[in-house]
C-alpha cells in the first residue's frame, strides 16, 4: 500500500517546529523514528495532512544527567539508550527491557518520544516510564508541562498531549543501590509486541517498599496493578500469603481481548508475568 | 530403464556436490529482475478495490469521483472486464462429481469473500490508484456468510452458489477391506481424536505480481509474471482472452519465492491482462501485503476425526478417518481445489501395512478466500493425523513410539508395494531412514533425560513422524483430468562457437537453486567446467514445454531431461570430433571442455575450437557432417504414477506448562529423495520447509471472525517462523536412487513441511503427556496449550 500525498516540513529548531505545529493552516503529524507511522500512513491508517519531520532537531538528542534525575530528549533512538553509560549506570530497567522491544533495525530508528507519544497499550515504555515513576516534559509555542507518567496515559494511543505539543523529554529518577527492578514479557517471536508483559520498579525489597507494578500489553494502555503492590508492600519477598493475595487482586484489571488471548488468558499470563518478574526483582541492580 | 548410463566421478564432477549457486551473487548483489523491477514506456499501475464484506449482494458502483482524479487512467467494473474473458471452471474430470461455478476475474452481482476484487483502477502510479480506489462508492447489501466449514454441507445454511443444491464442491469415499469389523475383537485397542488444523498460507518473500504487454499490431500478449508454471499460464491466458496460444507469451524472470501460491489463475491478475489489452499499455499489478493475504491462495483448513485400532502386538489392523475442509466460494483454476483433500485420502497411513482402511472427505464451499495447494499439498494433515493416532495409541498399549513403528513400516525389501488407498509405492527406506534418525538424535538418551527433567518439572517432549512425499509426477496428477498442466520437461542444450553451454529447460526457478542443479547436470554429463554452462528458464519463448514446478519435480523431471538432452548432445560433439580428428567417436570422450582420447586421456581438441570449425570454417567439414550442435530431449515418468520419497522426522520440544509456550529444541530429518544432486541444496530445501511446518504447528493461521472478516493480515500479526525461535535442524540422507530414470533423482522439496508439524505436534504431546492433557489443533499457540492445560479455568 501506498500513502496518500502530504505535504512535508524538516525544521531546523524546536521553535520552528513548535511555530508549524500550532498553525491551524494545516494539521501537521510529528515524523520521530517513523517506525509506527510510516506503516500506518502506508495502511491508510493514518492520513496526516503535513508531516513535521523532528529528525534534524539536535535539541531533541540528549542524554543528560540534571541532579537526581536522567533527562532523555524525545528523539533518543532506543539504540543510544542501549550503548549509553549514563542509562547503565543510573536505569538499570532499561538495560533489561529495551532489548525486547522489536529487533535491532527498529531500535536503531524508533525513539522514546514517539513511544511516549503514541501510547500503543502492547509497548514497553509507556510500561517502564510508569514503573519508574518518570516525567514527561512537553512543550508548544507557548508553555511547558511537565506530566508525570501515571497521568501522561490515558488509553489505547491516546495521551494527555495537546495537538500543539511535542514531548520535549522524559525525566526519570536515578536508581540508587536499594532500588529493585524487574522486568518480564511473553512474545510469541523475539522483538514481537508481547502477549502480556509486566515492569517493576521497587525503593527496596524485604520488605518490598514503593512497589510499582505495571502491565503492559493486557489492557487499553500502560496499566499500574495498585492493589497488588499495596498487597506486598511492606511484606518479605518470601511471603507465600501476601504473593497470593497480591495475585488474586490481578482478576480487577480490565483485561482486553485480542485474536491470539481472551481476557482470561490474559489475567492467567499476568499473574506468570508478574511472578517471574518479582523473583527476579531480589538479585541486586547491576 | 535402468542404472545410470554415466559415471558420476569424473573430473567435472559436479553431481552430489555442493555447488555455489552461480546467480547466488547477483541476487545477494540486489541485481535481481522481478517483475517490480520492469518499467516500460507508457506503463501504468493497478489497484483493486476489494470486497469488505465475506458475502454480499452489490446493488450499485458508483465511480465517477474515482474517475475524476488526476492521473487514473481508467475504472472498470466487473462487466468492463468479465465481457472479454471467457468463463474458467474449476473441476478435473478424474475427481468424479466434482463441481464450482464458473469464475470471472472481477465480482459482479455478488462478493463471495472479503477481499475478492471488485473494481480496478489503472493510474499513472500505485499510489494515485489507491487514491481513486477510496473513492469509489459501492453500495453492498450484506448476505449471510457461510464460514464454518461443518455447518456449510448441512441443510438450511445459506447457500453461496444458489445454483447448486448444496455447499458440497466433492465428496470422496476410499474404502479397502473392512475396517468396522477388524475394530472388533478383545484383543484390539481402537482410539479417536479429533484434529483441527488451521488455514495458512505461503507468504512469499516476492508478492504476486504481474505486467502485462499487448500490442494491437499482431495481436500478441507478453505476461510477466512471478510464478511457476509460465507454459500452463500460457494456456489458461489464451483460452480465456482467446488469443492464439502462440500470441501469448509467459515470461518468470527471477522469483521471489512460491511455494505453490504462483500456480493459480488470479482474477486480479487475468484483470490486469485484459486491462493492457483494452488499454493498449502495459499495466502493473504488484499485490501488496493485505492483498496477499486476503486473495493469495490459503491452504490446510481441514477438520479430521481419525480413529486407528491396534492389536496387542502394535500392529495397525485398521485405520478410518473422515475429514472436512472448506475451500472458500470456488475452487482454483485449473489445479482445482480438491486435490488437497483427495491426497489426504491417499496418503494418509502411507509408510504403514495397513490393510483394512476407510476414509471419508467433503470439501465444502464456504465465504472465505480461496483455498488451493501450497507446499506439500496435504501432506502434514496426512502425516499428522496417522502418526498422532500411532503415537497416542503405541502409549495407550505400552509401546515406544519407535517400536510401533517398526513394527508397521513397510519392510524395505518388500517393494514395490500397492497400498490401501491403491498408491504404488517403490524403492522406499523407512526402516534404514528411521534407524539413522534413531541414531543420529540419541533417542535413548533423550528419553532418559526426559524422565529427570519431569522430575525437575521440566516438560520436554519427543516426536517422530515417518513419512512419503509425492515427487516426480506423471501425468496422472492433473492432466488425466484435463488441465492443461504438462508432466513432462524438455531441455535443448547448444554449444557455441566458444565451446560454452547453453540450456533452456521448462522447469523453473524461485530461489531453490532449480538451475544450479540443471547446470551441474548439464556440465557433468557433457564435460565442461560449470561456469561454461548458461541456463535459461521460464520464458514459454525460449524454452521447450513443459510443466514447470509443482510437485517436487524439477530436479528429477527437468534434470532427467537435461541429462538426455547433455548426452545427446555429446554424441554429436564427439561425432563431430572424430570426423575432424580422423578416428572414432567411441575412442574419445570430452573432459573440461577438450575433447580427449579415452585410452590415455590425451588432449585432441578444444571445443571452442571445434565450435568455431563447425560455425565459421564449416568448408574443413566432409560434407555429409552436418552438425547441429543442439539438442533437445523430454521426459516424463512413465512406469509409476508419482515416484515417492521418504523420511524420517523428530522434535524435542519443551513446554512451558506456565504460559503454553514451545520451544523446539532440536530438529532431526533423514531424508531419502534418491540421488542427491547438491547436498547442500537439498538441505536448504529440507531446513526451509521444515521451518514452514513448524510455522504451521506453532504460528500461522490466518484467523477469521465468523463473519468471516480476516484478523490478521499483517506481516505484524500474521506470524511466520523466525530465525530466532528455530531450532537446529540435523539432516542426514539415505540416498535410494529411483530406477525411473538415468539421474536417479527423487523430490526434496516439499518433505520438511509435509512432516514437520507431525512431529511437532507428537513432541508437544509427549511433554504434556504427564499432566494428562493432549492438544490436536494446528497451530498450538499458548492460549490453545493453556486451554488443554486448565481447560476449567480458561
Ligand atoms: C516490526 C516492528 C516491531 C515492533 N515491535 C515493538 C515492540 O515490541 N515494542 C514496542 O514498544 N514497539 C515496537 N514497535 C514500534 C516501535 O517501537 C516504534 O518505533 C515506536 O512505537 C514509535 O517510535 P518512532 O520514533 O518510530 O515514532 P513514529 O512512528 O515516528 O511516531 C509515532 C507517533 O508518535 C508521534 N510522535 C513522535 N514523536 C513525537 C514527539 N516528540 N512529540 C509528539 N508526538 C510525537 C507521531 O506523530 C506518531 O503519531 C515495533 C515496530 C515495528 C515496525
Known sequence: ??????????????????????????????????????????????????????????????????????????????????????????????????????????????????????????????????????????????????????????????????????????KVPVAISEHRYGFYELARRHGDYALAGVAIGAHSVEPYTNLRIVFFSISDCAVRAVEAEDALNGKLSNDSTALGNALETLSKLNYYEDANASSATKNHLARVVMQRALSKLSTAVS | MSGPLHKFDRPNSYIGRSVVRPDAKRLVEGQGNYVDDLQLPRMVHAAFVRSPYAHAKIISIDTSNAKSVTGVVAVFVGNDINSQVKPWTATLTHLKGMRSPPQLPLADAVARWQGEPIVMVVAQSRAIAEDACELVEIEFEPLEPVCNTEIAAQRGTPLIHPELDSNVAWEREVVAGDADTAMQGSDITTLERTFHFGRHTGVTLESRSVVTEFNKSDDTLVFHYSGQAPHMMQAVLSKHLQLPEENVRVVARDVGGSFGIKIHTYGDEIATAVAARLLCRPVKFIADRLESFSSDIHAREHRVHGKIAVNKNG????????????????????????????????????????????????????????????????????????????????????????????????????????????????????????????????????????????????????????????????????????????????????????????????????????????????????????????????????????????????????????????????????????????????????DAGTVINIADGAERMDLGELGKIVYYRANELPPDIKPELIATRHYRVTDYPFVFTNSAMAAHVEVDVETGFVKVLDFWVVEDCGRVINPKLVDEQIRGGVVQGIGGALYEECLYDDDGQLLNATMADYLVPMAAEMPDIHILHVETPTTTSNLGAKGAGEAGTGGAPAAILNAVNDALRPLDTAIHQMPMTPERILKALYPDKL
Open chain 1, 1 to 170: 500500500m501506498k500513502a496518500p500525498d502530504f505535504q512535508y516540513q524538516c525544521p531546523r529548531t524546536l521553535n520552528d517546529a513548535l511555530v508549524q505545529l500550532s498553525s491551524d493552516d494545516v494539521e501537521c503529524q510529528p515524523l520521530a523514528g517513523g517506525q509506527s507511522l510510516m506503516p500506518m500512513m502506508n495502511l491508510r491508517l493514518a492520513q496526516p495532512e503535513m508531516l513535521l519531520d523532528l529528525n534534524n532537531i539536535a535539541e531533541l538528542s540528549f542524554i543528560r544527567e540534571a541532579g537526581s534525575h536522567i533527562e532523555i530528549g524525545a528523539m533518543v533512538r532506543y539504540a543510544t539508550l542501549l550503548e549509553s553509560k549514563l542509562i547503565h549506570h543510573h536505569i538499570p530497567l532499561f538495560v533489561q527491557a529495551l532489548p525486547h522491544i522489536a529487533h535491532a533495525a527498529i531500535r536503531n530508528r524508533g525513539t522514546i518520544g514517539g513511544s511516549v507519544a503514541l501510547a500503543d497499550p502492547a509497548a514497553e515504555m509507556p510500561a517502564l516510564l510508569k514503573a519508574l515513576d518518570a516525567t514527561i516534559e512537553v512543550v508548544s509555542k507557548s508553555s511547558t508541562r511537565t506530566i508525570s507518567a501515571d497521568d501522561f496515559f490515558l488509553g489505547t494511543y491516546e495521551t494527555a498531549l495537546r495537538s500543539d505539543e511535542l514531548v520535549h523529554s522524559i
Open chain 2, 315 to 590: 500392529e495397525i489392523v485398521a485405520l478410518t478417518f473422515d475429514d472436512v475442509t472448506g475451500i472458500g466460494p470456488y475452487s482454483m483454476y485449473p489445479r482445482t481445489s480438491a486435490i488437497e483433500c483427495n491426497q489426504i485420502l491417499n496418503l494418509t497411513g502411507a509408510p504403514y501395512k495397513i490393510e483394512n482402511y476407510y476414509a471419508k472427505g467433503t470439501v465444502v464451499f464456504q465465504n472465505k478466500n480461496m483455498m488451493c495447494q501450497y507446499r506439500a499439498v496435504g501432506h502434514p494433515v496426512a502425516m499428522a493425523v496417522c502418526d498422532s493416532l500411532i503415537e497416542d495409541v503405541a502409549h495407550e498399549i505400552n509401546m515406544d513410539v519407535v517400536d510401533i513403528r517398526r513394527r508397521n513400516l513397510i519392510a524395505d525389501d518388500a517393494y514395490p508395494v500397492t497400498s490401501a488407498t491403491g498408491m504404488k509405492f517403490n524403492e522406499l527406506s523407512h526402516h534404514q531412514s528411521l534407524d539413522s534418525l534413531i541414531a543420529m538424535m540419541n533417542y535413548d538418551q533423550l528419553r532418559n533425560d526426559q524422565k529427570s527433567d519431569r522430575a525437575a518439572g521440566i516438560y520436554r517432549g519427543i516426536g517422530l513422524v515417518s513419512m512419503v512425499e509425492v515427487t516426480n509426477p506423471s501425468p496422472m496428477f492433473y492432466g488425466v483430468g484435463g488441465a492443461p498442466i504438462a508432466a513432462q520437461d524438455g531441455a535443448s542444450i547448444r554449444l557455441d562457437a566458444a565451446g560454452a553451454l547453453h540450456v533452456s529447460c521448462s522447469v523453473t526457478e524461485q530461489g531453490q537453486g532449480t538451475n544450479t542443479i540443471l547446470a551441474q547436470i548439464a556440465a557433468e554429463v557433457f564435460g565442461v567446467d560449470i561456469d561454461r554452462v548458461k541456463v535459461t528458464t521460464g520464458d514459454t519463448a525460449n524454452v521447450p514445454y513443459g510443466g514447470g514446478t509443482w510437485a517436487s519435480r524439477g530436479a528429477g523431471i527437468g534434470g532427467e531431461s537435461v541429462l538426455l538432452a547433455a548426452k545427446a548432445l555429446k554424441d554429436q560433439v564427439l561425432d563431430v570430433a572424430a570426423s575432424i580428428l580422423q578416428t572414432s567417436a567411441d575412442s574419445l570422450d570430452i
